[in-house]
């Protein structure tokens, strides 16, 4: 696929999901208060995390402006959350957002709430003037890796990983 071609596909998907998933979603970032929600939506994913870890680990990030947890609510519930880190690298001329996390209540997927909640994070990027987004999936992943395609991420890249 070309980089028009890309670039049109990534436009009327962005334009066509805010508005379809306007009326019925909102967003707002996640506050240290909704931890017992986020490790709920971590569940979803197959980690067990509680909230005390949770916890744990947003101290760890703390108030850094790289770091950034956005919520999907419909009503007041939180139903789906996307982790975004903005990275200044040596070698990229903008800073690269990262999604470090991506995960929709497993009794709400297929409904638009994963594709709204990456919209979302492409704004956020581009608010922070960053050119790139980028995510890493596991291997076996081969539902999300098809969703990620569908919405126009490419494989670019090997990622390779070392246990200290």
Known sequence: MCDIELWFRQQIFEDYWSARMSSSLSF????????????????????????QEIER??????????????????????V???AIHIAPLLFYPKPLARITTLVV???????????????EAISLARKFDCDT????????RDEAHAFYHSIGFQNS????SRRL
């Open 157 to 160: 890249a090997l990622r390779m």
């Open 105 to 119: 209540d497993s009794s709400k997927r297929r409904q638009g709430i994963g594709r709204a909640l990456v919209s």
């Open 28 to 51: 707002r970032y996640a506050e240290k208060e909704d931890t017992y929600a986020v490790a709920r939506l971590m569940n979803h994913m197959g980690f067990d995390h509680s909230a």
């Open 133 to 140: 987004i980028e995510l890493t999936t596991g291997l076996a």
């Open 57 to 78: 680990r947003w101290n760890l990030i703390g108030s850094h402006e790289q770091d950034h947890l956005l919520l999907a609510l419909e009503g007041l519930v939180p």
């Open 80 to 82: 789906g959350a996307v």
